[in-house]
């Protein structure tokens, strides 16, 4: 009976053993999305721009692509925004023990989400009608604009950790204050009729993308070396 | 943690300059050319001809005033070359924020304008509004430059 058992107990640790290799693997890539994800939507949204003629990124908005040659891509590139999101805040996972910091990590897995809704539900078309998916995409612009300074300023208590920590959290202060400067900017330009909305959007993506950059690279790799730690210790 | 700080710096500076290099392709200063119309001026008159210039990379505001006469004007516009401009936004400007003074009411189009060269905007008033009367067409000929 016991030979029998042997083996079977073994099986299953074996099991265990790979599915945490496969877990580790997972949250490599996921890092690797996180850490190299700002940059190749950059690249990406560079690359949409070129192909559209007339297009002017301090005058045309980010979601207006969507219309223009190539605009796949710019759909595409919601997903990812969203995807890159979604998968820092399971990277913060393991920072977020406090209440305000649980909010936080909701609030930036509610930004990543409304950018899948932004690609689901494209802007008003030139020379078409108002579409519910147009009033969609408007509203979810306001949501994003709302949530991301607000995780930021949630989230920079969370991140002060390890040496370099006040420098995470003071930076994620800086950038949810700057987000609502830019968003202030918005109104201001919304009232005025200003045409730089291109402009505004594309500073408050980028305001964005450095502190994603800042938070990924400083936490990435955190659930792998816990993980090798754990694999060689039963190895 | 000094390279994991040097790799966050390396990558910062790469996307800051990459940013960067997405505000400048393509880009120009987007000035604003406004167009207004009295209803006045449609009086009498079934078609009226304006001219305008604008820059490239620039918004183009067209507000028409609309009265009994006129009726209410179509919100699509029609454009003879849509490589030159396209239409961006049309709204009814309600008599509380009249965008012309004296209107009872106005209707306003925005335009984007997409490279140099001529083209016509024509945007003609709903036959069924317009009190029973020859629909009137308003015409702007736009030349856009490169400033």
Request: proline share 4%; charged share 15%; glycine share 10%.
């Amino acid at each position: 009976m016991s030979a029998i058992q042997l083996p079977a107990r073994s099986i299953t640790r074996r099991l265990a053993f790979d599915a945490r290799r496969v877990g580790l693997l997972l949250s490599g890539a996921r890092d690797l999305l996180t850490v190299c994800g700002p940059i190749a939507l950059e690249l990406s949204m560079i690359l949409t721009q070129s192909w559209q003629q007339g297009y002017n990124p301090l005058r045309d908005t980010i979601s207006s692509m969507v219309w223009g040659q190539g605009g796949w891509l710019q759909t595409a590139n919601f997903f990812l925004i969203g995807a890159t999101l979604a998968a820092l805040a399971s990277q913060l996972r393991p920072l977020l023990t406090s209440r305000a910091a649980r909010w936080g990590g909701l609030a930036l897995l509610v930004t990543g989400l409304s950018f899948v809704v932004l690609g689901v539900c494209p802007t008003q078309s030139p020379e078409g009608p108002k579409t519910i998916q147009a009033i969609v995409h408007g509203v979810t612009v306001y949501v994003i604009v709302f949530f991301f300074p607000l995780a930021c300023f949630l989230l920079a208590p969370a991140v002060r950790v390890g040496r370099f920590g006040q420098f995470a959290a003071a930076y994620s202060y800086a950038t949810g204050a700057l987000g609502a400067v830019l968003i202030a900017g918005g109104a201001f330009l919304m009232v005025k009729e200003a045409p730089w909305f291109g402009m505004l959007e594309r500073l408050l993506l980028l305001n964005g993308f450095v502190w994603m950059e800042i938070v990924a690279v400083y936490f990435a790799g955190g659930a792998a070396h816990r993980g090798m730690e754990a694999l060689r210790y039963e190895s | 943690m000094r390279a994991r700080l040097i790799v966050m710096g390396i990558l910062i500076a790469v996307l800051l300059a990459i940013g960067a290099f997405s505000l400048a392709l393509g880009a120009s200063v987007p000035e604003r050319t406004s167009v207004r119309v009295k209803s006045s001026q449609f009086a009498g008159q079934p078609f009226t001809l304006e001219q305008a210039d604008a820059a490239k990379g620039g918004v183009i505001t067209l507000t028409l005033g609309s009265s009994s006469a006129t009726g209410r004007w179509q919100e699509i516009a029609e454009v003879s070359d849509p490589n030159v401009v396209e239409q961006t936004h049309n709204k009814l400007l309600l008599p509380e924020a009249p965008a012309i003074s004296g209107e009872q009411q106005s209707q306003s189009w925005t335009f984007r304008t997409l490279k140099e060269g001529s083209t016509t905007v024509r945007i003609q008033s709903e036959p069924a509004q317009a009190g029973g009367q020859e629909p009137r067409t308003f015409e702007l000929a736009l030349v856009v430059v490169k400033k």
